[in-house]
């Protein structure tokens, strides 16, 4: 497993146990988490999308389902479960894409989409196909 894709993984096995230490180690100082709501950044940001792993009710896991090596760049193709904390039984089950970032062998990018296609786009690894011009026939 190339560099990235083992700091990937790294980074998604501390977030699954809310280690926020783990997860500031592995981050860049100027990090930006990207999510719907909004453009996190630094350290504070990384804390707080660690923080939202556990929740009074349930708790969020992360199963990666594969990633693909762009560089310095990894897509995530993987589902997030929510889990009722009393019982551990699945509550929601959400498939996500994610394009990670990583700079000296640290997070500095972390991108949600809402599709695998406009993963691979930002990546680079698909070209956005373009309907050709139709021509007219006198």
Do not use: Y
Not at 7 to 25: F, I, K, P, S
Not at 29 to 57: D, F, L, S, Y
Not at 96 to 123: I, M
């Amino acid at each position: 497993m190339p560099d990235n894709l083992a700091l990937t993984q790294r980074l998604t096995d501390a977030w699954n146990q809310g280690d926020v230490a783990t997860v500031l180690a592995l981050v860049t100082p100027e990090v930006e988490i990207e999510t719907p709501g909004g453009v996190g950044r630094g350290p504070e940001a990384a804390r707080r999308w660690v923080e939202k792993q556990t929740q009074p009710h349930a708790i969020m896991h992360i199963v990666i389902d594969q990633l693909l090596d762009a560089g310095d760049r990894v897509v995530v193709f993987a589902r997030r479960q929510m889990r009722w904390r009393e019982t551990d039984e699945l509550a929601d089950e959400t498939p996500q894409a994610a394009l990670l970032t990583f700079r000296v062998g640290k997070l500095s990018r972390w991108q949600l989409f809402p599709d695998r296609k406009q993963a691979l786009l930002a990546a680079g690894l698909e070209s956005a196909k373009t309907t050709p011009p139709t021509s007219s026939n006198p």
